[in-house]
């Protein structure tokens, strides 16, 4: 996975605690933890290209959630950014090798291909399975300054 999931998790998760109705420049964002702009900008664009941000433009525009946290998954966040492509792609070199058949289906015989088939579907369903509002409460829950200082490093960039 790129830089750019990562990148797009905090993001995600600092908008939660950004007052009601207020948008993020992507500069202001990417301040946040140092990061590029440019680039940061671009994994924004995605998520909003993928419903999960909103963006407006003007003296008042920035990035904020377009859903509410409990409605966005981190599979939802990752395939924004990376695609919904499987991370394994089986090439099927069985068939090359000794042995190896026209006409058989490698991806669905081959042991290595349904291992990482198994583990690619487990590691989609944990993804699935946890939203940006378990990531909150979770940081609340750890780091209960957090939602305040978030809100307050914000405040201190817009002067």
């Known amino acids: 996975m790129s830089e ?3 990148w797009a998790l905090h993001s995600c998760l600092n908008l939660t605690w950004v007052e009601s109705g207020e948008a993020v420049t992507a500069t202001r964002l990417a301040a946040f933890y140092g990061l590029p702009a440019a680039y ?3 994994q ?3 998520l909003a290209r993928a419903g999960i941000l909103s963006s407006t433009s003007g003296p008042k525009g920035g990035f904020r959630l377009a859903r509410e946290p409990e409605r966005i998954t981190l599979l939802d966040v990752v395939t924004a950014i990376e695609g919904p492509e499987e991370a394994f792609r089986c090439d099927e ?3 090359r090798g000794p042995g190896g058949k026209e006409g058989v289906d490698y991806r669905t015989t081959c042991l290595i291909s349904r ?4 583990a690619e579907l487990a590691w989609r369903q944990e993804l699935a399975a946890r939203t940006i509002a378990d990531l909150k409460a979770d940081v609340e829950r750890g780091f209960p300054h957090t939602p305040q200082a978030t809100r307050n490093r914000f405040a201190n960039a817009r002067s």
């Open 4 to 6: 750019g999931v990562e």
């Open 40 to 42: 940061l900008n671009k």
């Open 44 to 46: 924004l664009q995605a």
């Open 93 to 95: 070199i069985l068939r």
């Open 115 to 118: 291992a990482m088939g198994a």
